[in-house]
């Protein structure tokens, strides 16, 4: 192929809808985003409208194309997405219901009745992943308890990035690493688990078809090459899941890399050549799927990282900027005055899984001013991922942590680059990469297109800078001793108390 083709990766995010075109080597020619157009109706509850998220779609997709000399250079398009949001489908296409985001807490009650009917160590050695609300198949039965009419016009359910595939190309199907968030994957056979959707009380002919990331469909539908400015020629592979193409962007396919992905939620991201069946690693909230790399991974992390921080400066720092934030921090000294934050804005994290659990400070006292607290929070994100990571470790037989690579914007938060290499006691390894994500699935689109002969060719062609933070010994020393005698003891301190809270009513 021609040295100038280009590659587009689309990330369907948290905050925002990506749309960047990439050369063969990973170098960002074009890039535009539009904010993720997301609905709060009250509390719990968050959602998408399909048509909002596809109309986001195309205004950057169009202020992408619009900056490149010749976008006729693209011969591949792809999409990532976060997982467990998907958007059901009617007969001619059009969405019957609006897309539940991933981190919507109304279906607990769902997740109550599939524990009841089947186990969740049942559930767990089906699928791979903790039985949590969030899932797919929560949804549905959501929808389908609440929406019934919805439902029963709904004839395919499409994850968030084969939703926006399917409008790109008209082909309605899945890939392998987004259903490992649906609760509905036979991670064994790599099959849907027909037998337990349908005892669930789903059709499981709403299911698309499964094939592996990278697999060309289709070329862009002529329509859409007209509204976004994607040339017609343009082939349309499928996708997959943010942080599973963020780890494949970054080299992290094969067992002792670990990725730290830091955004609104963080992904502790382990690339493994086995499949977990003691029941306890998803008693502990853990999650494992299918790599788009081939092989399987394991998913630790926060549901909430960066939200954390940026509900910090909304809500104690008056809107500051990070920057003056991060100056009134660094003037409080390691352990924040003996101050504590425990991260569970949303709900627990794993190796808990407690959805009951909330978000805490300890230790106040009138030194702690909002530094103090700030710092506090940093220090809890970081203690809090390396518990992630910790707890999960001996589960994997013979597993070693060769390598720490750290993405996402959180990477630009300096002090908390500093913090977690000194709680991790390891270097850190900072990629140039800020979007790692759309690359991993703008490396699909070329795998699919044959830009790149396999995966591994795909890694070797990419290039980047790594900035290595290590960590301060005597932090570090500091650290190691506030991890084990005070924050290990900090969730099991609470627990109790967060429960009688929910017990009482909001």
């Given at each position: ?30 890039s ?10 009250q509390?719990g509850?968050?959602?998408?409208e399909?048509?909002a998220?596809w ?14 000399d ?7 398009v ?17 969405p019957?219901?609006?897309m539940?985001?991933?981190f ?21 050695r ?8 969030i ?13 019934p ?6 004839v ?9 595939t399917f ?16 609760l ?8 849907w688990?027909?037998?337990l959707?349908r005892?669930?009380?789903?059709d ?7 094939l592996?990331?990278?697999t060309k ?9 007209a509204?976004?400015?994607?040339p017609?020629h ?10 599973v ?13 670990v ?28 999650a ?6 081939g ?11 960066s ?9 104690i ?24 934050f425990?991260p569970?804005?949303r ?6 899984d ?11 006292t ?26 999960l470790l ?10 720490i ?16 290499a000194?709680v ?8 140039s990469?800020?979007?790692?994500t ?7 689109a070329?795998i ?23 960590p ?7 650290y190691?001793r506030?991890?084990?005698q ?19 009513g909001d």
């Amino acid at each position: 192929m021609a040295g100038d083709d280009l590659l587009v990766g689309i990330d369907f995010g948290t905050s925002h809808i990506k749309a960047i075109a990439f050369t063969r080597s990973g170098q960002i020619v074009a890039s535009a985003s539009a904010p993720t157009p997301t609905v709060y109706p009250q509390p719990g509850w968050a959602y998408y409208e399909p048509e909002a998220v596809w109309a986001q779609t195309v205004t950057a997709l169009r202020a992408m194309t619009t900056q490149l000399d010749d976008a006729q250079r693209i011969v591949a398009v792809a999409v990532a997405s976060v997982g467990e949001a998907g958007a059901p489908i009617d007969a001619a296409g059009q969405p019957t219901y609006p897309m539940i985001a991933w981190f919507d807490t109304r279906t607990k009650e769902q997740a109550e009745q599939l524990r009841q009917q089947f186990g969740a160590d049942a559930i767990f050695r089906s699928s791979g992943v903790s039985l949590q609300p969030i899932f797919t198949l929560c949804k549905i039965l959501w929808i389908q308890q609440h929406a019934p009419e919805a439902m029963a016009r709904t004839v395919r359910w499409l994850n968030a990035a084969d939703f926006l595939t399917f409008r790109l190309c008209g082909v309605a199907a899945s890939e392998f690493s987004l259903a490992s968030r649906t609760l509905m994957l036979d991670i064994d056979h790599l099959t849907w688990a027909t037998d337990l959707v349908r005892d669930a009380g789903v059709d499981p002919a709403v299911l698309p078809p499964l094939l592996p990331s990278g697999t060309k469909l289709d070329a862009v539908l002529p329509e859409i090459a007209a509204q976004t400015g994607l040339p017609p020629h343009a082939i349309v592979t499928t996708g997959g899941h943010d942080h599973v193409c963020g780890a494949m962007a970054l080299s992290v396919t094969r067992p002792g890399a670990v990725l730290d992905s830091l955004g609104t939620a963080e992904a502790i991201f382990l690339a493994t050549d086995q499949v977990l069946k003691d029941p306890e690693v998803g008693r502990r909230g853990y999650a494992q799927g299918v790599h788009v790399s081939g092989g399987y991974y394991i998913l630790g992390g926060l549901y909430t990282s960066s939200a954390c921080i940026e509900w910090f400066r909304e809500n104690i720092g008056a809107g500051l900027d990070y920057a003056a934030l991060a100056t009134e921090a660094e003037a409080t000294p390691p352990g924040s005055l003996g101050v504590y934050f425990l991260p569970h804005l949303r709900t627990a994290n794993p190796g808990y899984d407690d959805p009951h659990s909330r978000a805490t400070f300890v230790g106040l006292t009138f030194d702690a001013k909002r530094g103090a607290l700030y710092r506090a929070l940093l220090e809890g994100l970081a203690y809090e991922a390396r518990y992630s990571l910790d707890s999960l470790l001996p589960y994997l037989a013979g597993a070693h942590v060769e390598r720490i690579v750290a993405t996402g914007g959180g990477t630009r938060n300096g002090l908390l680059m500093r913090i977690k290499a000194s709680v991790y006691n390891q270097p850190l390894r900072v990629v140039s990469i800020d979007e790692a994500t759309a690359l991993g699935a703008a490396m699909l689109a070329g795998i699919g297109a044959g830009i790149y002969h396999d995966v591994a060719d795909a890694v070797q062609s990419v290039r980047y800078t790594t900035t290595v933070i290590e960590p301060e010994p005597t932090v570090a020393e500091f650290y190691e001793r506030a991890f084990k005698q005070v924050y290990c003891a900090l969730y099991p301190a609470v627990r109790d108390v967060h429960h009688a809270i929910v017990g009482l009513g909001d």
